[in-house]
Nanobody, 123 residues
Framework: QVQLAESGGGSVQAGGSLRLSCAGS???????????LAWFRQAPEKTRERVATVDSDGVTNYADSVKGRFTISQDNAKRFLYLQMDSLNPEDTGVYYC??????????????RGQGTQVTVSS
């Protein structure tokens, strides 16, 4: 069974940085050689936003709202997914969660997601 668990959220002042981590279960990494991993965020009274994606070929994509400020990456063993967030502003506040789409690099459907971690940016 695929399980994803986020960590690294917290509170930070505007202009600060946070690094989120997402640990994937061993089952995921031994079962799928083609996949797309993503970070989404959900802010109160706002629609869910896909922040960034990286696929098994290493191709990355970012929402316009975070380009140049956020970086998605995986560790060399591809057991962890990261989101480095710099130059944070209050509009970045929300629950961030990682998600995985398997057996494809289309980055359209994500069958699995974690529980989320709260990020709060104060002005």
């Amino acid at each position: 069974q695929v399980q994803l668990a986020e960590s690294g959220g917290g509170s930070v002042q505007a202009g600060g940085s946070l690094r989120l981590s997402c640990a994937g279960s061993r089952y995921f990494y031994i079962s799928y050689d083609r996949y797309c991993l993503a970070w989404f965020r959900q802010a109160p009274e706002k629609t869910r936003e896909r922040v960034a994606t990286v696929d098994s070929d290493g191709v990355t994509n970012y929402a316009d709202s975070v380009k140049g400020r956020f970086t998605i990456s995986q560790d060399n063993a591809k057991r962890f997914l990261y989101l480095q967030m710099d130059s944070l502003n209050p509009e970045d506040t929300g629950v961030y969660y990682c998600a995985a789409g398997v057996a494809t690099t289309s980055c359209v459907d994500f069958e699995y997601r974690g529980q989320g971690t709260q990020v709060t940016v104060s002005s």
